[in-house]
Every structure is written in structure tokens, then in C-alpha cells.
């Protein structure tokens, strides 16, 4: 069974092992998901110059790693900082968590939203729709207020603010799918899926079911 590494852009050990059991959940018997995070940069991605230091923070990462025998990568911050450079470098499947996420939400032409909690990320989450093709199908971001590293660190504040932005995207905009729009929120996004009557879609499991099907295993 697959070997599969799981980089967490955002430089928090703690974050890492959330989201290694996220993925480790969704994993197919027997597949091994192994975390490793970036050494600098901030514990949770915020802006846009930090999603772009973290793409370098990234392959930094798979090279000290990449002797390994990976079998695919997880790239575990939305956004996606780093893959590209990986997809030229790595010669195993490259999955990020915001492009696994918005294909499994648009699938079947389904309108879709994201809830998340950084407005200075708004723009580069936007260009990664477009990128995939989705623009079409994206009814758009629907914000928390207030800090988002404060926010995220409360976890019951954190689930009602973006419950509430899920609410949104669905009465508001439309969406027939809510993306929780964040590496860090994985566990959030969990405890909102039972909540309302779209799909809710957590990043990280969504990247390792698309990976599994890359690797033809059976999550």
C-alpha cells in the first residue's frame, strides 16, 4: 500500500498531526500518511506573501524528504503553495488541497462557494478556480470577521463563525457546495459537514481521495 507524505506549508508541528489524521481517516487500509512541516515561515498562512514564500518553504521540504520512497504528496495549505514546482520535481502524483477540493465540489456542474477565514488570500484563491477551469461554477468567498489566526484558535468560535459563512454561500450566493476554505480549519470543517443539507467539503480529505485515485487505491 502506498506511502504517502503529507507537507503542511504552515510552520505549526501541531497543525501537522491534525492534518495527518484527517488524511490518515480518509486513507485506505494499510496506506501510510506521514506529515512533515515547513521549518519557517508563520504557524497559519494569512496573506499572499506568505502563501508565496511557502511554495519555496515547500520544496525545501520534499528535497530533505524525497529520498524516502513516497508514493504521492499532499500539499496541506489552500492555495496550493508549491505544487507546480513539485509536479516538475517529485515524478509522483502532486495533490493540493484547494484544487482536490473545488474539483470534488463542482463535480456534476455543481455551483460551489468557499467559507474561510483570510479576506488577504481572496485573490489568489480566486485565481486558482479560474485556473482549474471552474470560474463558471464558483459562486464566490464568503469571509469570518476578525483575526484569523485569533479565530482559529478558538475552536468552537471558529465553527460557529464559518457556519455561519456556509450559510451565506448557500442562501446568499447560490452554492449547491461549501468548500471550508483552509488547511488549519480541517477540523471545523468536519464538525460543520453534518450540519447543513449541501455538501461541505473538507480540504484535506477531499485531496486524499483525489490521490488515491491518481494512485488507483481504493480510499
Known sequence: MPDILLINPNASVATTDMMVGIASAEAPAGCRVTGRTAVQGPPMIVNEDELNAAAHEVLKVWRAAAGEGWDGVIVSAFGDPGVALLRREAGVPVVG???????????????????????????????????????????????????????????????????QAVQRCIDD????????????????????APRFDVPVIAPIGAAMRLLCSKLAVTP
Open 97 to 163: 488541497i484547494a484544487e482536490a477540493s473545488m474539483l470534488a465540489a463542482g463535480e456534476g456542474g455543481r455551483r460551489f462557494g468557499i467559507a474561510t477565514v483570510t479576506p488577504d488570500l481572496v485573490v489568489p484563491i480566486e485565481a486558482r478556480a479560474a485556473a482549474l477551469g471552474l470560474g463558471a461554477q464558483f459562486s464566490g468567498i464568503r469571509l469570518t470577521q476578525g483575526d484569523p489566526r485569533a479565530l482559529a484558535a478558538d475552536a468552537k468560535a471558529l465553527e460557529e463563525a464559518l457556519a
Open 173 to 192: 450566493d447560490g452554492a449547491q457546495a461549501v468548500i471550508i476554505g483552509g488547511g488549519p480549519l480541517g477540523q471545523a470543517a468536519l464538525a460543520l
